[in-house]
């Protein structure tokens, strides 16, 4: 958290929450009992403080310092009638010049109101509304003095440490119209901020099925089991906190795509209606009049609604997973002791084989992996692409995270935390997430199903890194202008070289399945192959045709199918003539040298494509029709290792 003011509101000020931080400048705070207003917080004295009064086995806000509060702040009941506004509250909560008494509640709607970083509620109570809704309609009767509505917030961000602490609507008009300048704060809903409490539960309830296991078999006594348990809390915390951590990156790119995604949001919304899942009207999700409205007005859906079909998505999907055999693969298996700590991965593997509930637990990971990285439609998606089922699109995915070895480069994306802008953190995860989305329907349509995982990843992933490895020497024309300056932009924005470099070829690399494929089939070496299939692309200038395929509409599902079908068919057409040109040229020849060969042969058909190529580049615009004769022709092409 940054230091700067902020405003808590919470029946919990002493707990953890306001410990994990000593930056945190606490400008005001309120529970059932007191009002809390430190104008002007020295960071460090009032974290010792609080520290202090967390420790003490009963404690209120009457038990602190007084002399540790800024000047014109203090601490009052809230049973006094009026209390007295200093300028200095006045200037920390924006309160009006002329005023010089407020009533409690009115004191506490201000704070709620106040201008600074965080609201954060971690209490009992709905403290903000939508501008729709009455108070009636919210149904905290002991709040109604101090509710106020999500427009009206201006706060950066709004967390809810407990339940309920704003209504969905309440939220979803924060998201897009509150906050400091009115164009939206960011906030999810109390149960994703909730998230970590609920796993760390779930968590507890698996160590002590594994560890009563142990205690019943005489392996372990109770007192050694409590003991043990104590020593692995931090772990544990730290597990359910990098869950938490990858829930909310899911939330900043689907925020970050929800305008061009909304076609997508719509039909995935009304698949989980037909099916049984989803009640929108309940979940205050919009309806098909309102979402033509948002896109119109070039929106998407908000965070907290993004959230809503996070959720949904993790339970429909986790059900059908569980329902298949891929818990009982052997790869995931080790997904599985990796989800306990590491004492008892090392002391008990056998009895976490056995856990009772080690399909559920392989799931649970399964389905957070996919679609923490994925996305919430990633998986919808590709089954309306290729009809694949769950299974096999969680089978693809996890063999192409581990191919391209990406937990390595998310590791490093998250460590620029503060470092550098979280747009670029954003950005360089969507161009993560691409590649394993291109990865995940290249292995869907080219391996045999259902995928074994383990021998998938064998074949693909030494030479497909080391051809990553060599981009910066393979890459030509366009794609090596991409390479630098996507490269140049990420340095310029403090991303570390190296870091920079991989990011930068991320767009590059997933060739490298067709390049490993077209190697192992020939016979020749994965450099060599690689070499030809990245100069071929720039001499006949395939990645400008892919870009222009790509910014095709996906407006409906049969433009998002053309759309795939399209760039697969281009993809493939690029890997089979690599491997033509591979018969040109003689051992050793270079790219140039094939390729002039190749044309050698083929003249007459080759200029005859360029020809009509040039034309389809030279057009104003580009759609489908034009295309796909662009596709036609390069499929002409194909025929030169055929004819006579």
């Known amino acids: 958290m940054s230091p700067v003011p902020t405003t808590v509101k919470s029946c919990d000020v002493f707990g953890n929450g306001m410990l994990l931080s000593e930056h945190i400048r606490l400008v005001a705070a309120f529970d059932h009992r007191h009002i809390f207003i430190d104008p002007d917080p020295d960071a460090a004295s009032s974290f010792a403080e609080r520290r202090r009064l967390f420790a003490l086995p009963r404690s209120s806000w009457e038990d602190y310092?007084?002399?540790?509060?800024?000047?014109?702040?203090?601490?009052?009941?809230?049973?006094?009638?009026?209390?007295?506004?200093?300028?200095?509250?006045?200037?920390?909560l924006g309160i009006e010049p002329?005023?010089?008494?407020?009533?409690?509640?009115?004191?506490?709607?201000?704070?709620?109101?106040?201008?600074?970083?965080?609201?954060?509620?971690?209490?009992?109570?709905t403290y903000v509304k939508s501008s729709a809704e009455n108070?009636?309609?919210?149904?905290?009767?002991?709040?109604?003095?101090?509710?106020?509505?999500?427009?009206?917030?201006?706060?950066?961000?709004?967390?809810?440490?407990?339940?309920?602490g704003a209504t969905q609507l309440g939220r979803i008009e924060f998201a897009s119209v509150g906050g400091p300048d009115s164009t939206g704060g960011a906030v999810n809903t109390d149960a994703i901020d909730n998230s970590a409490g609920v796993d760390t539960s779930d968590h507890e309830v698996n160590i002590k099925i594994l560890l009563n296991r142990v205690v019943m078999d005489g392996d372990m006594t109770v007192k050694q089991r409590n003991a043990l348990l104590a020593e692995m809390t931090d772990?544990?915390?730290?597990?359910?906190?990098?869950?938490?951590?990858?829930?909310?990156?899911?939330?900043?790119?689907?925020?970050?795509q929800a305008p061009s995604m909304l076609d997508?949001?719509?039909?995935?919304?009304?698949?989980?209606?037909?099916?049984?899942?989803?009640?929108?009207?309940?979940?205050?999700?919009?309806?098909?009049?309102?979402?033509?409205?948002?896109?119109?007005?070039?929106?998407?859906?908000?965070?907290?609604?993004?959230?809503?079909?996070?959720?949904?998505?993790?339970?429909?999907?986790?059900?059908?997973?569980?329902?298949?055999?891929?818990?009982?693969?052997?790869?995931v298996q080790g997904k599985l002791h990796r989800y306990f700590p590491r004492q008892l991965q090392q002391?008990?593997?056998?009895?976490?084989?056995?856990?009772?509930?080690?399909?559920?637990?392989?799931?649970?990971?399964?389905?957070?992996?996919?679609?923490?990285?994925?996305?919430?439609?990633?998986?919808?998606?590709l089954k309306e692409e290729t009809g694949a089922t769950y299974e096999e699109i969680i089978r693809s995915h996890t063999a192409a995270r581990a191919i391209f070895d990406l937990k390595g480069i998310w590791a490093e994306i998250e460590g620029l935390d503060n470092q550098v802008p979280a747009a670029v953190q954003t950005r360089m995860r969507l161009h993560s997430r691409r590649l394993v989305e291109r990865a995940t329907r290249w292995l869907l349509n080219n391996r045999r199903q259902p995928l074994d995982i383990a021998e998938t990843i064998e074949f693909f992933r030494t030479r497909c890194n080391e051809v990553w490895d060599l981009l910066p020497e393979l890459l030509r024309g366009s794609d090596r202008e991409w390479f630098d300056g996507l490269y140049a932009e990420l340095a310029e924005a403090g991303v570390p070289a190296e870091l920079a470099v991989h990011v930068a070829g991320l767009s590059s690399v997933f060739p490298t399945l067709d390049i490993v494929e077209v190697a192992d089939r020939t016979k020749q070496d994965v450099r060599t192959v690689a070499e030809l299939y990245y100069d071929l692309a720039d001499?006949?200038?395939?990645?400008?045709?892919?870009?222009?395929?790509?910014?095709?509409?996906?407006?409906?599902?049969?433009?998002?199918?053309?759309?795939?079908?399209?760039?697969?068919?281009?993809?493939a057409a690029h890997a089979v003539l690599t491997a033509d040109l591979l018969g040109h040229g003689g051992p050793g020849a270079t790219p140039e040298q094939r390729f002039e060969a190749w044309v050698g042969t083929n003249a007459t058909l080759v200029n005859r494509a360029r020809a009509t190529l040039d034309d389809i580049r030279s057009a104003e615009?580009?759609?489908?029709?034009?295309?796909?004769?662009?596709?036609?022709?390069?499929?002409?092409?194909?025929?030169?290792?055929?004819?006579?």
């Open 135 to 164: 108070n009636a309609e919210v149904g905290d009767k002991a709040n109604d003095a101090i509710r106020v509505d999500g427009a009206d917030l201006r706060v950066k961000v709004l967390g809810e440490g407990g339940n309920l």
């Open 347 to 381: 002391r008990f593997a056998d009895q976490i084989d056995a856990h009772a509930l080690h399909r559920e637990i392989i799931t649970t990971v399964l389905v957070n992996e996919t679609i923490n990285r994925g996305g919430c439609t990633f998986a919808f998606r």
């Open 621 to 644: 615009s580009y759609d489908l029709a034009n295309l796909s004769v662009a596709m036609r022709v390069i499929r002409t092409l194909l025929r030169t290792g055929t004819m006579r």
């Open 539 to 571: 001499r006949l200038q395939i990645t400008g045709l892919l870009d222009r395929i790509i910014e095709l509409p996906r407006g409906d599902r049969w433009q998002s199918m053309a759309r795939a079908a399209i760039r697969e068919d281009l993809f």
């Open 98 to 125: 002329g005023v010089s008494r407020l009533t409690p509640a009115e004191l506490m709607k201000a704070i709620l109101l106040a201008r600074v970083d965080l609201l954060w509620n971690g209490g009992i109570g």
């Open 65 to 92: 310092d007084r002399k540790l509060v800024s000047a014109g702040g203090g601490i009052f009941p809230r049973s006094a009638k009026s209390i007295n506004i200093t300028a200095q509250m006045r200037a920390a």
């Open 235 to 256: 772990e544990v915390g730290e597990h359910v906190l990098e869950n938490n951590y990858a829930q909310n990156v899911a939330l900043a790119n689907a925020l970050a």
């Open 264 to 331: 997508v949001h719509s039909r995935m919304m009304r698949k989980l209606v037909a099916d049984g899942h989803l009640n929108r009207a309940l979940e205050f999700l919009p309806n098909g009049s309102q979402i033509r409205e948002r896109g119109a007005a070039g929106r998407g859906l908000t965070q907290p609604e993004l959230s809503v079909l996070l959720a949904y998505t993790k339970i429909t999907l986790a059900d059908e997973i569980l329902a298949s055999d891929l818990p009982d693969d052997a790869y």
